[in-house]
């Protein structure tokens, strides 16, 4: 779909993305978790948590203030990085050490420009079928 498109067929507008951000996709994590336990949405605090670890980014990801939640297409959250730490221990307990994932640290973004985002499509940024979790939006 083009942005066009998304919005005129779901009313869902394209996120109009103006400064440097880091997507993140939590498809899997999100659902499992909303199937889990019989939910549609998650809560702020399970949506930060299953997006801030532990992801294979490189060292350019100092380069980016922001990282958007992304579950099904859609920006759920945004938050400000405070920064970014190594990845010791995954979700199911697993010792990540020296596996090169990595975390941040952050919070909700208070800037409205960027609140403006949550709900909006990504799907227009995404290329159809990539695998990879990880966005770099310049």
């Not at 005129?8 to 400064?19: C, F, I, M, S, T």
């Not at 490189?58 to 203030?65: D, F, I, L, T, V």
């Not at 010791?88 to 990595?102: A, E």
Request: proline share 4%; charged share 25%.
């Amino acid at each position: 779909f083009s942005p066009k498109e998304l919005e005129l067929e779901y009313g869902v507008e394209p996120a109009l993305l103006d400064r440097p951000c880091i997507l993140i996709k939590v498809n899997r994590l999100y659902q499992e978790y909303c199937e889990s336990h019989n939910v549609r949405t998650l809560p702020n605090t399970k949506l930060y948590e299953i997006t801030r670890s532990a992801w294979k980014v490189g060292s350019r990801r100092e380069k980016y203030k922001y990282v958007a939640s992304v579950a099904f297409g859609l920006i759920r959250e945004v938050y400000e990085v405070e920064e970014w730490v190594e990845a010791t221990v995954g979700g199911d307990g697993v010792d990540l050490k020296g596996s090169g994932r990595w975390a941040f640290n952050g919070q909700v973004t208070l800037d409205q420009n960027m609140r403006e985002l949550v709900g909006k499509s990504v799907d227009h940024l995404f290329s159809s079928g990539a695998q990879n979790p990880i966005k770099y939006f310049n």
